[in-house]
């Protein structure tokens, strides 16, 4: 299973960015898929979650702000953020949870990982 993300760039504060993960191999329509997020010198954070039938859950900084969504016919997993903050300046990681291992916003859950998108928020 391989996971390649993309979408990332930079954008100032107040703008959108709508990041994508395309999974190829594997049954992608099973998986639960998440996002997560880490900046330099901090720990990697959950940031949205979508499982295989599409119940979502959200960090509580990206509640109202971000959308995570997925098209299994394209197997991708999306993240729509809109008012962004230069504080949500982060590679941004997705993930794939074939294990459903119930907890969704633990790395820990996740088995496969893509390669991560930069994000650049400017004040």
């Known amino acids: 299973v391989q996971l390649q993300a993309s979408g990332g760039g930079l954008v100032q504060a107040g703008g959108s960015l709508r990041l994508s993960c395309t999974v190829s191999g594997g049954v992608f329509s099973a998986y639960n898929m998440g996002w997560f997020r880490q900046a330099p010198g901090k720990e990697r954070n959950f940031v949205a979650a979508?499982?295989?039938?599409?119940?979502?859950t959200y960090a509580d900084g990206a509640k109202g702000r971000f959308t995570i969504s997925r098209d299994n016919a394209k197997n991708t997993v999306y993240l729509q953020m809109s008012s962004l903050k230069p504080e949500d300046t982060a590679v941004y990681y997705c993930?794939?949870?074939?294990?459903?291992?119930?907890?969704?916003?633990?790395?820990?859950?996740?088995?496969?990982w893509g390669q991560g998108t930069q994000v650049t928020v400017s004040s």
């Open positions: 979508v499982s295989w039938s599409r119940r979502t």
């Open positions: 993930a794939a949870d074939s294990r459903h291992g119930g907890d969704w916003y633990n790395a820990v859950s996740y088995n496969y």
